[in-house]
């Protein structure tokens, strides 16, 4: 089919247009893909665990990672990656025709786009403000005046600290599911 409509508009100025922003949406797609769900599977399985024994240790490595623009860079990764994949979506199901949908493959890409859509939302509401206040609480509590500010503080980073222990890994759960609906979708 691909080389069909090669050989059918193989001068036509059109068609090298459409290549080139599928090529370019792809690019931007897959690599952002890439980047987002492999820093969430190293940051469930390597780099909290790291930081969660680290305790007040681990407070340097997140200013550093803040400085760097972690919290600016990944969020920005994530909406290309979505939106690259919206674009591709209107492409592919012809401007989100309902037949497309309705076959295995729309159907998986469908799946595994919700699936990254609801990991970004959760990141962005539940575990982005954790971490970030988390990354402010270290200092705090290594300069807490007294005891008593000190305990008060350190219960919060535990009680933030529980709430990564589910929202952490539910959120990589989704887009490894999301990488793997889209990894397979076009065979099933
Ligand atoms: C974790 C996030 C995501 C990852 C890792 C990812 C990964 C990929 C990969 C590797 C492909 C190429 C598959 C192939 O051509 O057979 C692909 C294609 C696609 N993705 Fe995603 N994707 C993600 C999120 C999304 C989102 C949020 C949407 C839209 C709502 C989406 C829609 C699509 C569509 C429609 C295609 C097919 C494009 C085409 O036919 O050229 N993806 N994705």
């Not at 001068?11 to 080139?20: C, D, K, N």
């Not at 599928?22 to 980047?35: C, E, K, P, Q, W």
């Not at 009680?159 to 759960?173: S, W």
Request: proline share 5%; aromatic share 8%; with cysteine.
């Amino acid at each position: 089919m691909g080389s069909r409509l090669a050989s059918a508009h193989l001068h036509s100025p059109y068609r090298r247009v459409y290549m080139a922003e599928l090529i370019v949406l792809r690019l931007v797609h897959v690599l952002g893909g890439i980047f987002w769900v492999g820093a969430g599977l190293f940051n469930l399985l390597f780099l909290a665990p790291a930081m969660a024994v680290a305790g007040p240790a681990a407070g340097p490595m997140m200013q550093v990672m803040r400085q760097r623009k972690m919290f600016v860079v990944m969020p920005t990764v994530a909406i290309l990656t979505i939106l690259s994949g919206l674009r591709l979506m209107m492409i592919t199901s012809g401007n989100f025709n309902a037949a497309y949908f309705g076959t295995d493959a729309g159907a998986a890409f469908a799946f595994g786009g919700a699936c990254a859509i609801v990991a970004f939302i959760v990141g962005l509401a539940l575990a982005m403000p954790a971490q970030k206040r988390m990354g402010m609480l270290g200092p705090q509590i290594a300069s807490a005046p007294d005891d008593a500010t000190r305990t008060r503080l350190q219960a919060e980073v535990a009680r933030l600290q529980g709430r990564m222990r589910v929202v952490g890994p539910a959120v990589t759960t989704l887009l490894v599911l999301a990488a793997v609906a889209m990894a397979v979708a076009r065979y099933v």
